[in-house]
Every structure is written in structure tokens, then in C-alpha cells.
């Protein structure tokens, strides 16, 4: 699975430490996710899509090998 977390990021102007004190998790965590090496939980993919509001599916995308 890809993300464009970054890209949402940077479209609001937040830094990575902005949008994990928005959502309630650690700075590494939204790195780890940005670098496609930490899959989020349901709850946090909604949590992040309602907050750049964009569809789910337009924040994550799945992989033809996923």
C-alpha cells in the first residue's frame, strides 16, 4: 500500500510532528507510514482522511500485490 500522506501534508502546511499531535500519535509513526513501512489501523486511515478531508481511498491506495 502507497499513501499520500506527504503530499496532504504539505498541501496544509503541516509538518510531520503537526499532523501526529492532530491525530494523537508519535512524529515517527507518520514517517513510518510516509515511507510505507507502518500500515495505520482503520480508525487512524479515517482519522487522517477526515482531518486533510479527502476520501480513504484517495489517501491509501492498494497495491496490485496487496
Known sequence: MTNNIKV???RHNMT?????EKIGVSRQ???AMELNKYV???V???KIAKLFNVAVED???LDEND
Open 16 to 20: 510531520q510532528a503537526d499532523l501526529a
Open 29 to 31: 509513526t507518520i514517517n
Open 59 to 61: 489517501l491509501f491506495i
Open 40 to 42: 495505520p489501523s482503520t
Open 44 to 46: 487512524l486511515a479515517l
Open 8 to 10: 496532504e501534508r504539505a
